[in-house]
């Protein structure tokens, strides 16, 4: 992998030299830009050469999205200039945007829900029938059909998107950009919800796509995949310019550095301490559905189980079976050795699990109000005296849990939307640790978010097993799981398809049981 | 982020007006009348508009509840008119206790209430499908178990049912009194109480909520039974004012309550609202309502100018925001 990404970065490193020669596709210049109370950018130039892949890093909250919606029309720039092909250009919305050969795959996906893939991916551009101002339903579904497979997804274009999980919604999304024709296309961490499987598979589409001139921003956090694939990388920090590089001519090491400023420690540190004797959950043949099937296990205090597995292998789902987001058909689960009957959140949180789920913008937040109401919400019955709400105390344990978390915010009062995905995430996580879990199973903890908070949230799992909490961790980041975890638990389309001890399991053998190769054999005894 | 040093000294009027628009609005259009109308300034209008708009006040800060949920409530006026006859055919021909029939009377505005909020939180019905039956329901059961006559002649059974609607405390009229407890209980429920600030969390979003351990379905069902008790309690005042119960009462109620509250700033997205707003909503509603009264306005052309004031009120409304 790291090999072919250094093969890949040279030759696109020459690709990229004869390319300086070219004009620009794209200059933005000297761009700048402030909301009330803070300057988001200042005096940025971007620089995208057609055929290229450039990628535009930062942490959170450094001004990429800001400037990418300033391309994109969604903002105007206070300072600056664009220039298209060498002509300057002024794009006041997303439609000046798509008819200059723009197009823009948010992170946030955009599909509407109940509409199915082929009216998504055509949506507002669908081909015409044969009398004015009807559509070519046929017509539409055969080249939504031809645009899924060049992406080699066999999906059904006919099933409503809210059916498909979200690493297809991506794709979808890719294949709805594909389509447009663009010149230019902007990629908003397309891959942070796919598996590695996935992201190859984007990959080699968006290589093809380079090969053909078109022009691609990348986002993302996931720094091995800026030196898989791109060609140049672009580092904003704090909505300055830090520099632009060719890939080939700088380290991780150094992205990272110009990424936060500073030196960063090892991002995994391993756990010296194993987990203590006791078993604070077991699972025993839990079973929903079709979506898991037969799961046992045990979770010991202080221990970190990670679960692997490729996406819709029913990670998520055991973990809303055993939360009871939705209840089990069949199997049971005991705490501490007792068994408890869950049926519904609020009787798993009675019973001290937590859970941070996947996407925290729809499950995790309420995300227009603040940071103190977010905090306090699932505590907040124990916080009156006798019926009404004790502020000091609501006050008090805010302030404690934004130290603790070291939550960035200006204040408690602050809207929770306003914050960066890091401080977000540690919101969410806030409020479950002022219940005291003894179990917190967390889904994709770090979906998302820049380095540096990932550091810091890995550290907080730690802390708290220290302390006892019996975490599980939901990861699609096979790295973060070997890192992280104590002991692994792969998932294959809903059975429990291997167990394995992190200090000794490779990458590979994860993939193998994922991907259902060792399937009942090799079964690696933690 | 950069710090603001770079951003030009000047006052920002827009959370200005986010804060105190409302207000504004609602002098604005009290200084217009005082200079259009010399009746509008003077203490008996004043307290008439009050006594006037308790009545919505009290059905809107049930709608404000439901609305916050992401919900909506069309009953309430057919509510109101339900459990009003209920009650006073309790009263006067059933020989009853006059706190016992008030209590008959809330009991079935609670019920139409539950009735709504049990199809929204555990059939998941939408709010506006649901509460749109109970609507045709309650008015359809009013007037059969009325045979679609009023229930008159209240005043020989004692003052005590009609003491809501008539009495007065020193210069005070009860309404008044009524409808402040009513938005005083609301905004300490919202504001003070966890239950209150679950409705806040459940409008603002649902899954989390239910993610978070909040008793979802019985927010939702709480929601529902307040808007029909209110409405209920509304229409104990209506009936003490008119001396009689008429299942025709309440018609158009649902409009005023709904276009106070959401005047008042309560977002249809739900989650976010505030009780003071509500208030001021609900004045402005029964300000506007006087004013064309005492300009001589026709009842047809009143009907335009509030649809076209309110339609104003939610353009500048968006606009600030």
């Given at each position: ?9 040279c ?113 507002g ?45 991506q794709?979808?999304e ?57 060609d ?18 700088v ?19 391993r ?19 079709d ?79 603040s ?12 916080l ?19 130290q ?33 879990p ?89 | ?79 109101l ?23 008959i ?17 555990w ?6 499908i ?59 429920l919202?504001?003070?109480v ?22 979802v ?19 104990i ?10 299942p ?8 005023d ?17 505030t ?34 004031v ?12």
């Amino acid at each position: 992998m790291r090999l072919c990404g250094c093969v890949g970065a040279c030759t696109a490193f020459f690709m990229y030299k004869s390319r300086m020669d070219q004009t620009p596709l794209l200059q933005m210049q000297g761009i700048s830009k402030s909301f009330p109370g803070v300057q988001a950018l200042k005096d940025i130039d971007l620089t995208v050469y057609p055929g290229e892949i450039l990628a535009l890093v930062g942490e959170n909250g450094a001004g990429k999205s800001t400037l990418m919606k300033i391309l994109n029309g969604v903002y105007s720039a206070d300072e600056g200039a664009i220039t298209w092909q060498g002509q300057p250009v002024a794009i006041h919305s997303p439609h000046d945007a798509q008819a200059l050969g723009i197009s823009m795959i948010h992170q946030e996906l955009a599909l509407i829900p109940y509409l199915d893939a082929g009216k998504n991916i055509y949506l507002g551009r669908e081909p015409q029938g044969a009398i004015p101002g009807t559509v070519h339903w046929r017509k539409l579904y055969q080249q939504a059909q031809a645009d899924l497979a060049e992406l080699d997804l066999k999906l059904n274009v006919r099933t409503p998107v809210r059916f498909f999980s979200i690493a297809q919604q991506q794709m979808i999304e890719v294949a709805k950009a594909l389509s447009i024709d663009a010149r230019l296309i902007v990629m908003d961490e397309p891959t942070s919800s796919l598996t590695d499987r996935e992201v190859d598979t984007l990959f080699s589409r968006m290589r093809s796509l380079r090969e053909r001139g078109v022009s691609i921003v990348f986002i993302s956090h996931r720094l091995e995949e800026v030196r898989a694939i791109c060609d140049r990388v672009t580092v904003l920090r704090d909505g300055i310019l830090v520099g632009t590089h060719p890939v080939a001519e700088v380290t991780t090491e150094d992205i990272i550095r110009m990424m936060v400023g500073r030196e960063v420690g090892q991002m995994y540190e391993r756990r010296n301490r194993a987990a203590t004797d006791g078993v604070v959950l077991e699972v025993r043949n839990l079973s929903r559905g079709d979506r898991v099937r037969d799961v046992s296990f045990a979770l010991r205090r202080g221990e970190i189980l990670g679960v692997a597995g490729l996406v819709g292998a029913g990670r998520t789902e055991l973990a809303e079976t055993i939360f009871g987001a939705h209840p089990a058909t069949g199997g049971e689960i005991l705490l501490e050795g007792e068994p408890v009957h869950i049926r519904r959140p609020q009787q798993a949180i009675r019973s001290g699990i937590g859970f941070v789920p996947e996407d925290r913008k729809r499950q995790g937040l309420f995300l227009g109000m603040s940071v103190a109401a977010n905090v306090v919400m699932a505590i907040l019955r124990r916080l009156t005296r006798p019926v009404l709400i004790r502020w000091p105390r609501v006050e008090a344990i805010t302030r404690e849990s934004i130290q603790r978390l070291d939550i960035r915010t200006p204040s408690q009062a602050q809207r929770v939307r306003n914050l960066s995905g890091g401080n977000q995430q540690k919101v969410v996580i806030a409020k479950w640790l002022t219940l005291d879990p003894r179990v917190l199973i967390l889904d994709e903890p770090t979906r998302g978010i820049d380095v540096g908070a990932k550091a810091e949230i890995y550290r907080l799992m730690h802390q708290l097993a220290e302390r006892g909490v019996g975490i599980i961790m939901i990861s699609s980041e096979l790295p973060e799981v070997l890192g992280v975890s104590d002991r692994i638990l792969v998932m294959h389309e809903g059975r429990l398809a291997g167990e394995f001890d992190a200090r000794t399991a490779t990458q590979n053998d994860l993939m193998n049981a994922a991907t259902g190769t060792t399937l009942n054999k090799g079964m690696n005894p933690a | 982020m950069i710090g603001t040093q770079t951003l030009p000294r000047q006052f920002n009027w827009r959370p200005f007006f986010q804060k105190y628009g409302l207000l504004m609005s609602l002098l604005l259009l009290c200084l217009a009348l005082s200079v259009a109308s010399d009746r509008f300034l003077t203490s008996d209008n004043l307290l008439n508009v009050l006594r006037q708009s308790s009545i919505n006040g009290i059905i809107s800060i049930g709608m404000m509840m439901v609305i916050l949920t992401r919900g909506i409530d069309l009953s309430v006026g057919s509510v109101l008119a339900l459990s009003a006859v209920i009650g006073a055919d309790m009263l006067k021909n059933e020989g009853m206790p006059v706190l016992q029939a008030i209590g008959i009377c809330l009991l079935v505005g609670a019920a139409a209430g539950a009735v709504n909020g049990f199809l929204v939180s555990w059939v998941n019905i939408p709010p506006f499908i649901a509460t749109l039956g109970m609507m045709t329901f309650a008015r359809g059961a009013a007037k059969f178990y009325t045979d679609g006559q009023p229930i008159t002649g209240l005043d020989s059974l004692g003052q005590g049912f009609r003491y809501l609607g008539t009495a007065e405390v020193g210069p005070i009229p009860m309404p008044i009194i009524v409808a402040g407890l009513v938005f005083l209980g609301g905004a300490v429920l919202l504001n003070h109480v966890p239950f209150g600030r679950f409705i806040f969390g459940l409008g603002n979003n649902e899954e989390a909520a239910y993610l978070s351990g909040l008793p979802v379905n019985r927010i939702k069902l709480f929601v529902y039974m307040a808007a029909g008790t209110l409405s209920a309690l509304a229409g104990i005042i209506l009936v003490g004012r008119l001396n009689s119960a008429q299942p025709t009462a309440g018609e158009m109620y649902e409009f005023d309550a709904i276009a106070a509250v959401v005047v008042g700033g309560t977002s249809f997205d739900g989650g976010e609202g505030t009780v003071m707003g509500t208030l001021i909503g609900v004045l402005i509603i029964g300000i506007i309502n006087n004013g064309l009264n005492l300009l001589d306005v026709s009842a047809f052309y009143q009907d335009i100018t509030k649809g076209a004031v309110i339609a104003l009120a939610l353009l500048l409304h968006r606009a600030i925001r």
